[in-house]
């Protein structure tokens, strides 16, 4: 019989019925690792809907009887849609994570084979075990918990092709009663490092930028006309290098950067997760937390030129490079966007007028309302199932579909935990998540729907 049937549902049994599921949950969570579900061009779509399908088969067998497919136009994997229904005076959550993984990248890299998870000192190890197969076990583990009745109405959103860039990430204010909540847990982020709870309250926006200069009707050999000629490729790194000052930091006027409160990275920590060579300072001043999370960051994306193996000896008629603009989290993508077009139109290196203009899809930041009761609820969960004081944390890039969700259902507390630590290892080598840290984030999910529907 399930704990809530044998005795009053408490922390204490809350934590028992996790714990005496983890076998099971391992054991779940090494099927659908195994399961290549990769997304993207040319990627096979057959083990999409196997994953698709396992995943299905674990929800009705943790009791949820609705469940749906919601396909949408130029999606290939459908988003799984699942529900509980408790008392209409009881609030409603939405839990959200995908099953598509990233590609396993150079498999020379890996200790072991990426779909075949393996188990050692405490970990399990395989490509999209983290992200975010992990939150989706942790999901369902706490579902269990309440034989697939807990005491709120739930709503799972699994999604199948988050890794690509999906139109799923602009559908939900089409359609926003199917979203409809109090509450969303979006699990697909998780600790700065093991054994430390956390939210994340805030994600930076991202917008791109094209820039290019045009000095010369045609390439001209660098012998008879270097010197003299103007060279739109060495005219084009002046102006890229305006955007940043002598220490690194963003020099753009008019993007917003403001002081990280919340727990930060240790400089030597940071340098290892990021791989950093030895002896290689670190970019920009102030704390690692304001530099990534609270703080702008502009990268140079793309940039035309001929391949250091197959030099050509030519003044360069034209150059073009792309830029990434990551947003602090309370600005306008599209107004931080502007800020660089306006700075880079106004360099002339050399007097070469540059072109430059934005592209593709801006995305707007997010930050967390805190105070509410979902919010202080949360943070409760998780100190009971941590045993530790949860801290705040942030993401440097953007999640679009936390901002989609956001615009659906504007009233709705949104809180971002999960199975992953940042040392997980996403989208790298040898990914992992902590058996421990998927046995807590199982538990949280639990605690806060014993709490919230209290």
Known sequence: ??????????SDTVR????????????????????PSISGEGADPKPLFEAHDYVVKLLREAGLTD???????????????????????RPTVLLYTHYDVVPAGDLDLWETPPFEPTRRNGAIYGRGISDSKANILATIGALRVFDGAPPVSVTIVFEGQEEVGSPFDFYPPEAPEIFRSDAMIIADNGSVRPG??????????????????RTLAADKHSGQYGGAAPDARIALVHALASLHDEKGDVAVPGLLRTPWRGMDYREHEFRELGEVVPGAPLQGTGTIGERIWSGPAITITGFDSPPVSAPINAVASSARASLN????????????????IAH?????????????????ENGNGFSMSAGGRAHQL???????????????VAGGGSIPIVMSLARAVPDAEMLLMGATDGHSNIHGPN????LDELEKATIAKAEFFRTYGA
């Open 196 to 213: 430390v709870p956390a939210l994340t309250i805030s994600l930076r926006g991202s917008a791109a930028v094209t820039v290019s200069a």
């Open 378 to 392: 949360m943070l409760r969960a998780l100190r009971e199932a941590w045993g530790a004081d949860p801290v705040d």
């Open 344 to 360: 880079l139109r106004a360099q002339r290196p050399f007097g070469i007028e540059l072109e430059v203009s934005a592209a593709g």
């Open 67 to 89: 469940i749906q497919d919601l396909r949408i136009p130029g999606k290939v994997a459908p988003v799984i849609i699942a529900r509980t229904h408790a008392a209409e005076s």
């Open 16 to 35: 028992r019925a996790v714990r005496d599921q983890m076998p099971r949950l391992v054991d779940e969570l090494m099927t659908l690792t195994r399961i």
């Open 1 to 10: 019989m399930s704990p809530r049937m044998t005795a009053p549902m408490d």
């Open 325 to 340: 603009i990551r947003v602090h989290p309370d600005q306008d993508a599209a107004e931080a966007q502007a800020a660089v």
């Open 431 to 434: 990914e992992r998540v902590l």
